[in-house]
């Protein structure tokens, strides 16, 4: 009788542990519907740089493709030109995307030292014209979620105009 007893409870823990196993796995599914939302960067402008370093204003275009608002609570991001790290930002901007729309949102950017070098340093190598040159992009970071939501990671890339270096290039990249 005892063995039976304890038979029937051990397959009745068992039953509750596969059960709460479930409907962990679906909450976590439940969390992630995919992000629907796309980033690419729409603009850079010159920034009052610091010591030995270059900072840019990133106006990051944010189009959220799901008819739910997606709200935010800051932004970290991590930039790469032609495959090498260029830049990152942190912002603390918070606000919502509405459905079915999109919002422009601006991060500053710090650009070391080193990082200039080695752009320079390429574009003379490869016998690029000194006139715009256009560069691939890589563009990754997060998008911060309010309270205890998780936010959306981001990761993608695209192309930029940079404009010819020396007197007299005002014009910001595109």
Known sequence: MISYSLSVNLMNMRMLLVSGLILILAGCAALNQGDALRIS?????????EGMEARFAVQLRIQNHSNKPVDYDGIALDLDLRGM??????????GTIPGFGETVITVPVTVPATAILRQVFQIATNDLPSTETKVDYHLRGRLGGPGLALGHRFDSTGEVTLPAAGPGATRPVQ
């Open 41 to 49: 960067i729409a603009g850079m402008q010159p920034l009052e740089g």
């Open 85 to 94: 790290s260029f830049a990152s930002g942190v912002s603390d901007q918070s």
